[in-house]
Each structure stands twice: as C-alpha cells, then as structure tokens.
C-alpha cells in the first residue's frame, strides 16, 4: 500500500532515502484514485524490496503549503527525488520537474526514469 505521509515527513524521507516517488492526490479526484491503483498494482511490487526507492502519496488538500512551495497546480502530479533533488527530466514539453495527469503507462514512465537515475548515477 502506498503511504500517505505529510510534508515534515517528506522532508526526512529525502534526505533519508535515494530514490523517492511522490504522488500528489487529492481524495476528490478521479484520476488521482485510478493512479493510486496502478502505483499499488504495478509500482509497489517492484520496488517494495528495494529499501533506497520509497513511493508516497501526498494529499495537497491536507499539505496545502507544501503543494503551493512545489507549485502543484493539478493532480494527479508526480515528482522524483533523487539524492535529496528533485529530478529534472526531458518531457514532453522540453525540461520537466513533475509528470502531470493520468498516463496509460505511468508504470513504465516511472521505472525508466528510475532506470535513468540509477544508471547515470553508477557513472559518476
């Protein structure tokens, strides 16, 4: 199960963690709930044996400040912290901090950026 966290808890989980997933929701959203089932479908199996990756749901409607600091606008929003940043990466749109809206293949977006980060940082 995905855990709901508050925004004190972000803070300590990356700066704690290598790798963390957040999904910014709001219980009033449709798409966000059907996000949800395939983070806890096919994102949690894969890395819940994986202690340096954490997936978290956020609820901008309980952490208002902290979805204003991000300048989350819509939801669902993801976002990845990598190292205690988060990440920037080539979206669709040119450079990008956060995938924004319900994607069929939200999982495999998910892992290949994990992949990304994980393989750029065994170069360095």
């Known amino acids: 199960m995905v855990k709901e966290i508050s925004e004190t ?21 449709g798409p966000c709930k059907n ?14 044996s994986k202690p340096e990756i954490a997936l978290v749901k956020i609820d901008i409607d309980k ?5 204003q600091s991000l ?4 939801v669902p929003t993801i976002m ?6 988060r990440v ?8 990008q901090d956060r995938i924004v809206g319900l994607y069929p293949n939200i999982d495999e977006i998910i892992f290949s950026l994990i992949e990304e980060l994980n393989s750029a940082a065994a170069k360095n």
């Open 71 to 74: 300048q989350v606008m819509s």
């Open 88 to 95: 920037v990466f080539q979206g669709e749109k040119g450079e």
């Open 9 to 29: 808890e972000l803070d300590g989980l990356v700066k704690s963690t290598k790798i963390v997933i957040v999904d910014f929701s709001a219980v009033w959203c």
């Open 80 to 85: 990845i912290f990598f190292n205690g940043k």
């Open 35 to 48: 996000l949800g089932k395939i983070l806890e479908s096919k994102v949690m199996p894969q890395i819940e």
């Open 63 to 67: 952490n208002k400040n902290l979805a």
